[in-house]
């Protein structure tokens, strides 16, 4: 195998990486099977098959190559073909390809037509008409795209949307199949901050809708946001620590799943040589630090009175650890 690791081309970097337990079920099928298909080289950059060599890489099997053919009109043509069909890409995943697809096309026509007037075929356009022609191409540029990934023009819309005004955290989502473009097409109008805070609530369990209420409006999109544990209305400035109880309680719910697997795995062929008890005494440690630390009432004081309050440190509110230990 060459010492020196080629480069992935822009065109197999438009469709999403590989989920971790799809790589890893790749890299045991190649371990023990050997690479069943060439990877496909173009211009000295890995056209098609990077989790294929990536793969090789990972496991130091020696990848096999071929160099481009010719296949399907252009290179570019012959990625979109070779995943399209191989990878099971959600709608939006789709059309999110689709929307990088579209600048492409859009080059490809620009460049046919610069040949042609090097050539003599076309004759020069007036400024207004040549604005009109560009116009007419992106559209076609986008329809082609639509069109060879199975989405909606709309959907390209929509994409190419996320992909101009969503933070990169926003459009990694769509990628990774975890919103939908049409939801992110709305969230991209937030501003930037917003946004990251609405997919920081979505990965924590919210659903895109409630996620958005959550950051713009939080007082009407649910009660139990906006009053503390004994019911006391949230003053302005305490609310964003609040909004985050639901995280907190999310990240208890997985460790306590994670602890319940673990113990699974003492009667397990690991078992002998896994100390289970302490992985979960560990887990369960971490878990009441995270459920203790979660705001649960508004300091007597209230927020902003004193900064230099004892109890709540002038953050004008109080974790539910202060709670336990009083009741203590």
């Known amino acids: 195998m060459s010492e020196l690791r080629l480069p992935i081309?822009?065109?197999?970097?438009?469709?999403?990486?590989?989920?971790?337990?799809e790589f890893d079920r790749l890299c045991d099928d190649i371990l023990h099977n050997g690479l069943q298909e060439e990877i496909v080289v173009h211009e000295g950059q890995v056209l098609e098959g990077r989790h294929r060599y990536l793969a090789c890489l990972a496991k130091q099997v020696p990848p096999r190559f071929r160099l481009y053919a010719g296949e399907c009109g252009s290179p570019l043509g012959f990625v979109v073909t070779k995943n399209v069909h191989r990878r099971h890409l959600t709608e939006s995943q789709?059309?999110?390809?689709?929307?990088?697809?579209?600048?492409?096309f859009e080059e490809e026509a620009r460049q046919r037509q610069r040949a042609a007037l090097k050539q003599g075929s076309e004759p020069p356009v007036d400024e207004n008409s040549r604005r009109r022609e560009k116009h007419e191409k992106?559209?076609?540029?986008?329809?082609?795209?639509?069109?060879?990934?199975?989405?909606?023009?709309f959907?390209?819309?929509?994409?190419?949307?996320?992909?101009?005004?969503?933070?990169?955290?926003?459009?990694?989502?769509?990628?990774?199949?975890?919103v939908s473009v049409s939801a992110a097409a709305r969230i991209a109008r937030l501003t930037a901050e917003q946004q990251q805070a609405v997919v920081v609530a979505i990965e924590s369990g919210f659903n895109p809708k409630q996620a958005v209420a959550q950051v713009t409006n939080p007082v009407a999109s649910d009660r139990a946001a906006w009053v503390d544990d004994d019911g006391r209305p949230l003053p302005e400035e305490v609310l964003p620590a609040f909004w985050q109880r639901e995280q907190l309680r999310t990240l208890c719910r997985r460790i306590e799943a994670i602890?319940?697997?673990?113990?699974?795995?003492?009667?397990?062929?690991?078992?002998?040589?896994?100390?289970?008890?302490?992985?979960?005494?560990?887990l369960d440690t971490a878990r009441h630090v995270l459920w203790a630390a979660q705001p649960a009432r508004v300091c007597p004081h209230g927020?902003?009175?004193?900064?230099?309050?004892?109890?709540?440190?002038?953050?004008?509110?109080?974790?539910?650890?202060?709670?336990?230990?009083?009741?203590?």
């Open 259 to 282: 602890a319940r697997a673990a113990k699974h795995l003492g009667s397990s062929p690991v078992g002998g040589h896994l100390d289970v008890q302490h992985v979960v005494t560990a």
């Open 94 to 104: 789709r059309a999110l390809v689709a929307a990088g697809l579209k600048p492409l």
């Open 303 to 328: 927020p902003g009175e004193d900064s230099r309050c004892d109890v709540c440190r002038g953050h004008g509110w109080l974790p539910a650890r202060m709670r336990e230990n009083r009741a203590g």
């Open 155 to 178: 959907s390209v819309l929509a994409a190419d949307k996320v992909k101009k005004q969503g933070v990169p955290q926003l459009v990694n989502a769509v990628a990774a199949g975890k």
């Open 9 to 21: 081309h822009p065109y197999a970097e438009l469709f999403p990486l590989m989920s971790p337990a």
């Open 138 to 153: 992106n559209g076609r540029s986008a329809q082609k795209a639509a069109k060879l990934m199975k989405v909606s023009d």
